[in-house]
T-cell receptor
Framework: NAGVTQTPKFRILKIGQSMTLQCTQDMNHNYMYWYRQDPGMGLKLIYYSVGAGITDKGEVPNGYNVSRSTTEDFPLRLELAAPSQTSVYFC?????????????FGPGTRLTVT | GENVEQHPSTLSVQEGDSAVIKCTYSDSASNYFPWYKQELGKRPQLIIDIRSNVGEKKDQRIAVTLNKTAKHFSLHITETQPEDSAVYFCAASLYSGAGSYQLTFGKGTKLSVIP
């Protein structure tokens, strides 16, 4: 299994541009998450999904959108990028049908908005 | 919502000494408390977790304790080694088996083990 994969690894955006961060997992996990990690800070939840077709807002959803058309994919869309969205973005997934609740993280996408 | 406070923000110890990181949480309904280790430039990885029906859990040099009454939990690393140097995050969650399952993270502790 590749686990949780994310693309791209790095990206520089100009203010006002848009982009989609891709996240794919091949573990048949039902729950998926998007976090952002600012320097020296913990992870903050942007959006999450409990299954295909179901998404919900986390703590910091403004400026982002998500979709979950399949179990495997959970893309994060940034519209009208702003400098405040400069961060490292992590996707994670978990299978809630087992006794362990471990969230598996992807390698992250480092985004800079200038 | 849940709020998790983590202390200290930085911690330096001599190789072989013990390290303790403490976290408090606000929601008494939270029932799952994982600890993640993040090396520089890498993804967070789970190192140990504990559920609210257990007071302590050990895995080799790592242990976690939970005090539900006081709403705090701690990570203990014994016989520290240079490869333990990383940022450690605590987190808290309410998992009910149905509906959402969200982790709220502390801000992290940067542990440096001095050889």
């Amino acid at each position: 299994n590749a686990g949780v994969t994310q693309t791209p690894k790095f990206r520089i955006l100009k203010i006002g541009q848009s982009m989609t961060l891709q996240c794919t997992q091949d573990m048949n996990h039902n729950y998926m998450y998007w976090y952002r990690q600012d320097p020296g800070m913990g992870l903050k939840l942007i959006y999450y999904s409990v299954g295909a077709g179901i998404t919900d807002k986390g703590e910091v959803p403004n400026g982002y959108n998500v979709s979950r058309s399949t179990t495997e994919d959970f893309p994060l869309r940034l519209e009208l990028a702003a400098p405040s969205q400069t961060s490292v973005y992590f996707c994670a997934s978990v299978y809630t049908g087992t006794p362990t609740y471990e969230q598996y993280f992807g390698p992250g996408t480092r985004l800079t908005v200038t | 919502g849940e709020n998790v406070e983590q202390h200290p923000s930085t911690l330096s110890v001599q190789e072989g000494d013990s390290a303790v990181i403490k976290c408090t949480y606000s929601d008494s309904a939270s029932n799952y408390f994982p600890w993640y280790k993040q090396e520089l430039g890498k993804r967070p990885q789970l190192i140990i977790d504990i559920r609210s029906n257990v007071g302590e859990k050990k895995d080799q040099r790592i242990a976690v304790t939970l005090n539900k009454t006081a709403k705090h939990f701690s990570l203990h690393i014994t016989e520290t080694q240079p490869e333990d140097s990383a940022v450690y995050f605590c987190a808290a969650s309410l998992y009910s088996g149905a509906g959402s399952y969200q982790l709220t993270f502390g801000k992290g502790t940067k542990l440096s083990v001095i050889p």
